[in-house]
């Protein structure tokens, strides 16, 4: 039920429910998106109920959405309905957690190569093996698992609070696509982006806390030959700059438009490992 009524917490008087646009610079662009809130006559203050702040986030979002060309929320879920398709099935169909879906439907924006990734989907030309998730189903507990099997071989943390993937990426990166390689199938199930600092996982942003909070209890554990594959990348790479001044030697990435999605298929490529 809509909250008619707040009251204002700095100076206790009853609050004015606004409707308006509001122009706002947001990731670098200028967006307009319609905002609802509540005013305090007194004092000025804007607040919003907990409903109109997700609102508000997602409006914006899909404003910036709009602007830049990606599939806004609505889109999403009326594409992902227009297929008779749950939130779930899609995320079968992507081989992407469930949260992915659910965030893209609200207020978290999609990555330029996953909004692709969606409209392959969304037009229901993808079918079969997936190149881009090594015939693996996504799971972030095993990313989590694979960072730490390669710390004990590395013999220090590549996993860090506040980290934005620059170097485990590409551990995880070549561990996924080495394994592809000589088995058919990836590790982690993860895709991968070819952006400007390398190989890295596809909308790696969001899934920073998701990786460190992760249960590893909840992932299928290691597979002898899946530990020999990280033991042989460690050995191969004992320091963070190799990997990294690896990874952007490779054809691979470097014939690449930035944004674009590295496909499984492209490990028999590999010319560093």
């Known amino acids: 039920?809509?909250?008619?009524?707040?009251?204002?917490?700095?100076?206790?008087?009853?609050?004015?429910?606004?409707?308006?646009?509001?122009?706002?610079?947001?990731?670098?662009?200028?967006?307009?998106?319609?905002?609802?809130?509540?005013?305090?006559?007194?004092?000025?203050?804007?607040?919003?109920?907990?409903?109109?702040?997700?609102?508000?986030?997602?409006?914006?979002?899909?404003?910036?959405?709009?602007k830049t060309g990606l599939l806004t929320s609505a889109e999403l879920v009326a594409g992902r309905k227009k297929?008779?398709?749950?939130?779930?099935?899609?995320?079968?169909?992507?081989?992407?957690?469930?949260?992915?879906p659910k965030r893209w439907e609200g207020s978290i924006i999609q990555s330029r190569s996953m909004d692709h990734l969606l409209r392959e989907t969304l037009s229901g030309r993808?079918?079969?093996?997936?190149?881009?998730?090594?015939?693996?189903?996504?799971?972030?507990?095993?990313?989590?698992?694979?960072?730490?099997?390669?710390?004990?071989?590395?013999?220090?943390?590549?996993?860090?609070?506040n980290d934005r993937l620059l170097y485990s990426a590409k551990y995880i990166w070549y561990a996924d696509m080495l394994a592809f390689r000589e088995f058919k199938e990836g590790i982690t199930?993860?895709?991968?982006?070819?952006?400007?600092?390398?190989?890295?996982?596809?909308?790696?942003?969001?899934?920073?806390?998701?990786?460190?909070?992760?249960?590893?209890?909840?992932?299928?554990?290691?597979?002898?030959?899946?530990?020999g594959i990280i033991e042989k990348i460690a050995l191969t790479f004992p320091v963070e700059q190799m990997v990294y001044d690896a990874a952007h030697r490779e054809k691979v990435w470097e014939e690449k438009s930035r944004g674009v999605l590295i496909p499984y298929t492209d490990a028999v490529r590999l010319t560093e490992i």
């Open 83 to 100: 297929l008779g398709l749950s939130q779930q099935a899609l995320a079968d169909r992507m081989k992407v957690g469930i949260a992915s």
């Open 1 to 66: 039920m809509e909250q008619k009524k707040m009251i204002c917490p700095n100076c206790g008087q009853a609050m004015t429910l606004i409707r308006k646009e509001k122009r706002v610079r947001f990731r670098d662009e200028d967006i307009v998106y319609a905002y609802e809130g509540f005013i305090c006559p007194e004092c000025g203050l804007e607040a919003g109920t907990l409903e109109q702040t997700a609102a508000v986030q997602r409006r914006m979002a899909d404003a910036y959405r709009s």
């Open 126 to 161: 993808i079918c079969g093996d997936d190149p881009y998730t090594g015939n693996k189903p996504f799971s972030i507990p095993r990313v989590k698992i694979v960072l730490r099997h390669f710390e004990g071989k590395l013999g220090r943390k590549i996993l860090k609070k």
């Open 189 to 227: 199930g993860a895709t991968y982006a070819a952006l400007p600092y390398g190989p890295q996982m596809n909308n790696y942003k969001d899934l920073i806390d998701s990786i460190l909070s992760a249960e590893e209890r909840e992932a299928e554990p290691l597979s002898e030959r899946e530990k």
